[in-house]
């Protein structure tokens, strides 16, 4: 039974920093892609990050770039979310994916995904 975990979330203020992790479990972790998404109150899902298999390759959203940083330990099955300077528009709740292809921002390609952390920022 593959499961993803999501743990870090909390209420933070603005300028703040969080840190998520996304624990794998049932999947062999080092041949998954994995991403990141939000779901802002009230609107779709939407692409946050996204790590390939090694971390040699990343991809952010345009609205994060600078401020997030993905990045994966193998050997713990375990992809972190670095969010440096957050403002409130980042309040959504998180979640984890993972695909066995390549990185990719569209959400509908993701093979399983985690139930979701809570961030909240504060003004």
């Known amino acids: 039974q593959v499961q993803l975990v999501e743990s870090g979330g909390g209420l933070v203020q603005a300028g703040d920093s969080l840190r998520l992790s996304c624990t794998a479990s049932g999947i062999i972790f080092r041949t998954y892609v994995m991403g990141w998404f939000r779901q802002p109150p009230g609107k779709e899902r939407e692409f946050v990050a996204a790590?390939?298999?090694?971390?040699?390759?990343?991809d952010y959203a345009n609205s994060v770039k600078g401020r997030f940083t993905i990045s994966r330990d193998n050997a713990k099955n375990t992809v972190y979310l670095q969010m440096n300077s957050l403002i409130p528009e980042d309040t959504s709740v998180y979640f984890c994916?993972?695909?066995?292809?390549?990185?990719?921002?569209?959400?509908?390609?993701?093979?399983?995904w985690g139930r979701g952390a809570q961030v909240t920022v504060s003004s």
């Open positions: 994916a993972a695909r066995r292809a390549g990185v990719s921002v569209e959400k509908s390609t993701y093979d399983y």
């Open positions: 790590i390939s298999w090694t971390g040699t390759i990343t």
